[in-house]
């Protein structure tokens, strides 16, 4: 981690939110609601489109076996560091307010 980058964190560590922290809490609850409803549907519209990849010239059930598993590794591993990086981002905001 850089020089600036440690610089700006200790600055934002200061700072204190000029909302009531019941705004920022319910302002929260609504931002978390409405990530989750994108990342249902984002699931939803990816896992149709993973169903039908042998309807794509070229591809195989080979193939689309393939790139589903990538696909379902991939995620995996990206969840895996979105959810440590989504804890240490509440836990950050939590002693902004």
């Given amino acids: ?3 600036s980058l440690r610089k ?6 200061k700072t204190t939110s ?3 922290p019941d705004v920022m809490t319910a ?3 609504g931002f978390e609601a409405g990530a989750k409803q994108q990342n249902e ?6 896992m149709e489109w993973l169903g039908k990849l042998e309807e794509i010239p070229g591809i195989g059930p080979k ?3 393939r790139i589903r598993e990538h696909y ?3 995620m995996g591993e ?6 440590s990086t989504l804890e240490q981002t509440h836990t950050a905001a939590d002693g902004y307010r």
């Fill in 1 to 3: 981690m850089g020089k």
């Fill in 18 to 20: 000029p909302f009531h």
């Fill in 8 to 13: 700006i964190k200790r600055e934002r560590e």
């Fill in 41 to 46: 549907l984002d699931t939803q519209l990816m």
């Fill in 72 to 74: 379902l590794e991939f």
């Fill in 27 to 29: 302002w929260n609850r």
């Fill in 63 to 65: 193939m689309a076996w």
């Fill in 78 to 83: 990206k969840r895996g560091w979105n959810e």
